[in-house]
């Protein structure tokens, strides 16, 4: 809404607001329950905007959206779920909003931190269970070298065969959409020097039929993720190199991928297996995000070692026509001091 419709909105009849009880749900155990809440509405957000009039029954208030802007305001971090229940729509002056998750800038130390975010890539590891791992090699050998430079000058060429999702790599629109650009038409400013955000989403699952793997909108609800790289810390890296790391990760549901689709953000990455369900043969959020130009980073590790906010994210692949995954050397330049928390 621009601020004339709001102004236009306001100006029919008195301030409306919306007043309801909600039970929060967090992903890290506990929970919250508030009884009356009030929010400031505007009318052009309901259905029934003709509130003047006296035979109008209960005006219907689009329920996801006010659990989400709920969250916002209150700035709940790991919210997995939220439960209206009594929503009434009242006449009352407005009182403004509240702040959001990151009304605070992190504190820095003025020490200037880089923080390495991809896996090393090594003859053989396994990055996703039925590819083929990466073959290293010598094109020209050390001691092959001799017959070529002066006595005492050697150098290696190293030759290496990989499929492209191999370790910390890039999705470019290209990988889901024939006609999406590859990794030689993406901008750079999708990609380095981005403005990054670190969300926790504490609970990540252990299995595949546990209901925590399956991270929604609500868990970015607090954040302001226009433009910038949104990075989705789920711990799963901890299983690197091991059977477990395969199956059962956490991933983005559709409606979450929906959410970020509408805020624009620059990039999203995530420290999992894959962005998507594995078990789903849609890949809802890898075609959302593609589709909108929003390139996506899998693998990622070390996001515990970021703090929440206030620092540059970078994750740059070699400009390759033809092809629209590879590896990349994620990275973040910080002078604030590492954060593994993030506390509802």
Do not use: C
């Amino acid at each position: 809404m621009t601020s004339s419709q709001t102004s236009a909105a306001r100006s029919t009849g008195p301030d409306l607001r919306v007043q309801f009880d909600a039970e929060v749900t967090f992903r890290n155990g506990g929970g919250l329950q508030v009884q009356g809440f009030r929010l400031d509405l505007d009318r052009l957000d309901l259905d029934r905007p003709d509130l003047d009039r006296p035979d109008l029954d209960r005006p219907e208030v689009d329920e996801p959206a006010l659990a989400a802007r709920f969250v916002r305001e209150l700035g709940l971090l790991m919210v997995d779920r939220v439960t209206l229940d009594r929503i009434t729509v009242i006449r009352e002056q407005h009182k403004g909003p509240r702040g959001d998750a990151q009304a605070q800038a992190p504190v820095s130390d003025g020490a200037r931190r880089l923080v390495e975010l991809s896996h090393p890539i090594h003859h053989g590891m396994v990055t996703y269970p039925g590819l083929p791992g990466p073959e290293l090699s010598d094109h020209l050998s050390r001691e092959a070298s001799h017959d070529h430079y002066a006595e005492g000058t050697e150098f290696q060429i190293g030759r290496i065969s990989m499929v492209a999702n191999t370790g910390t790599y890039l999705d470019t629109p290209f990988h889901r959409f024939a006609d999406g650009p590859d990794l030689s038409g993406i901008g750079l400013e999708r990609l380095v020097d981005l403005d990054g955000l670190v969300v926790r989403v504490g609970h990540e699952g252990v299995g595949p039929d546990d209901p925590g793997r399956a991270i929604g909108p609500l868990v970015f609800a607090p954040y302001r993720v226009t433009g910038r790289a949104v990075l989705v810390h789920t711990g799963w890296d901890r299983h690197w190199g091991t059977g477990q790391y395969g199956s059962g990760n956490p991933f983005l549901t559709r409606e979450a991928a929906e959410w970020l689709v509408a805020q624009r953000p620059a990039l999203v990455g995530i420290d999992s297996l894959n962005i998507d369900d594995t078990a789903d043969g849609t890949r809802p959020a890898h075609t959302l995000l593609l589709e909108a130009g929003i390139p996506v980073v899998e693998h990622l590790r070390g996001l515990e070692q970021l703090p929440a906010d206030g620092f540059r994210f970078h994750a740059a692949p070699p400009r390759i026509a033809g092809l629209g995954t590879f590896p990349v050397r994620a990275f973040a330049v910080t002078t604030a001091p590492a954060d593994g928390g993030g506390a509802r």
